[in-house]
């Protein structure tokens, strides 16, 4: 009898943080439910925080070709790899990783596993291209990033030469951008990527965006935690640089739609560096339909006392109950918890439900949130989507400045608080989300997460797209 060939080996290499992680899992867990074999891997800080947070080995139990790995990014384990420390890590793991990355593909299989057939990295990390085609297997990149923001890194360098992307606050940040094609209308300065407050290292930011536009086209393809329903438009421009794209998304509830006739669990689909507290569903339970403005800034964002103490009294005068992760380090030094006033922890008893991580898409999909009040990120952007919320915008860097824009302009989906942190101005965008403007937002909002639905159904865009992915996959077994 013929044995039967073994599947194609993809070897995939996230880049360590929260989103993009929690993305590049679902995409393996989707690829291992196509009876794909996945070599995952990950920094060994990542590694060490993911075995404390979550049960990530039995995520993937049930998939006998899933195999995680980690590999040192070189920085000392006190590095804290968030805030402005966030670029010192791209320097490392091009610096130290790269010469491992090496033998890590090459000492991948044996067993019941094939050498490696394709590899799928984060596009950001642009020296893995070189890897692959040192050693000859082909790599398809994945942007976890959104797709406007992408497409305004590949106009970076007509932006830097227009002077149009400035650093310096004090220009005038609302006049219209004219050098990202399909945005002149309503993109502003103030709209475009910001790469941080911190001197040097924006510069640094700044410089690999701008390298990744380049570095991008030489995969074979790109993957995009999108769908095309959303963005049609960016995407034709997108693909005039990357023609073989593969718009899969969103990712998290492509994923939930092929799982849920066998998920036990919902916590099984997760991949959390903190560990979640999932008490917070019990409070919301108790809540009125679309009653709790939900609160989170991501992973990386970090937050000023006085910016905390703004938010803090913004959401208690709403009169709205909220529900607000305070993630532990989301505020440079400790003493913070001494300055919050009576007025504050009084209203904050009576209305709101602080917790450090939460089970956010768990959240997002709760009858009982009526809200996001939201730092824009590309993952919560589409979590929000899915669950029909409409959302207020307070970006911290990055594509998060672009998604806002997009989320009040383009998509019309909430607000953007964008540049403002002000108790009055959170007060006044959550009563016009929830209140004043409720019916609108939430009809366009409900409206937005049953497409994002039907391209995850059979025949749909992001369904027919994951199928293509695989056929190519498997063409390139050699
Ligand atoms: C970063 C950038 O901030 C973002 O702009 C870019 O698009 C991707 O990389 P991050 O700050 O982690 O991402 O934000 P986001 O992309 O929104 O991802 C956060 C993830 O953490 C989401 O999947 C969300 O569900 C999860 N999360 C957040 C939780 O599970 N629990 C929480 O309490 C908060």
């Not at 790469?195 to 924006?202: K, V």
């Not at 510069?203 to 999108?226: C, F, M, V, Y």
């Not at 009858?367 to 669950?387: D, K």
Request: overall charge negative.
């Amino acid at each position: 009898m013929e044995n039967k060939p073994l599947p194609p080996h993809v070897f995939i290499f996230p880049l360590p943080y929260q989103g993009p992680m929690n993305s590049m899992f679902n995409l393996a867990e989707l690829l291992c439910l196509e009876g794909l074999h996945i070599t995952f891997l990950v920094t060994e800080y990542i590694h060490s925080r993911l075995l404390t947070s979550t049960d990530i080995q039995s995520r993937f139990n049930s998939y006998p070709g899933f195999q995680l790995r980690s590999v040192s990014d070189g920085l000392p384990d006190d590095h804290p790899r968030s805030g402005e420390k966030f670029v010192e890590v791209f320097d490392s793991l091009e610096l130290k990783t790269k010469p491992l990355l090496k033998h890590m593909l090459l000492t991948s299989s044996g067993g019941l596993r094939r050498p490696v057939t394709c590899i799928i990295a984060d596009g950001i990390l642009g020296f893995t291209c070189d890897v692959a085609k040192e050693i000859g297997i082909p790599i398809i990149y994945f942007r976890t990033l959104s797709p406007c923001c992408l497409w305004v890194f590949f106009c970076l360098p007509k932006l830097i030469d227009a002077g149009e992307l400035s650093l310096d606050q004090s220009d005038n940040m609302d006049r219209l951008v004219k050098n990202v094609p399909g945005t002149e209308s309503f993109l502003r300065r103030r709209d475009l990527p910001r790469f941080g407050t911190f001197g040097d290292l924006a510069d640094k930011t700044l410089q690999l965006s701008k390298k990744e536009g380049q570095e991008n086209p030489r995969a074979l393809g790109l993957i995009l935690n999108t769908f095309e329903e959303l963005d049609g438009p960016i995407l034709s421009h997108i693909r005039t640089f990357c023609p073989n794209l593969y718009t899969i998304g969103p990712l998290h509830a492509h994923l939930k739609a092929k799982l849920s006739p066998q998920t036990t669990s919902l916590e099984s689909s997760s991949s959390s560096l903190w560990n979640e507290d999932w008490s917070c569903m019990t409070w919301l339970d108790s809540q009125p339909s679309k009653s709790v403005i939900y609160v989170s800034f991501g992973s990386i964002a970090t937050l000023t006392k006085a910016q905390l103490i703004e938010f803090w009294y913004g959401l208690v005068n709403t009169g709205f109950k909220f529900l607000w992760v305070i993630r532990p380090d989301i505020v440079a030094g400790k003493d913070w918890e001494s300055q919050i006033s009576q007025d504050l922890s009084e209203g904050t008893k009576q209305r709101g439900y602080i917790v450090g991580w939460v089970p956010q898409k768990e959240v997002l999909a709760h009858p009982a949130v009526g809200g996001f009040l939201t730092h824009s990120g590309w993952n919560s952007t589409l979590e929000s989507i899915c669950g029909g919320v409409p959302m207020i915008c307070w970006p911290y860097f990055l594509d998060q400045q672009v998604n806002s824009r997009f989320v009040s302009e383009v998509w019309k989906l909430g607000l953007d608080m964008k540049d403002s942190c002000d108790r009055v101005v959170v007060e006044n965008m959550v009563k016009e989300l929830m209140e004043v403007r409720r019916e609108e937002f939430s009809h366009r909002a409900e409206e937005m997460a049953q497409v994002a639905k039907r391209c995850l159904s059979d025949g749909g865009s992001s369904f027919c797209n994951l199928h293509r992915l695989v056929r190519d996959i498997e063409d390139m077994m050699i």
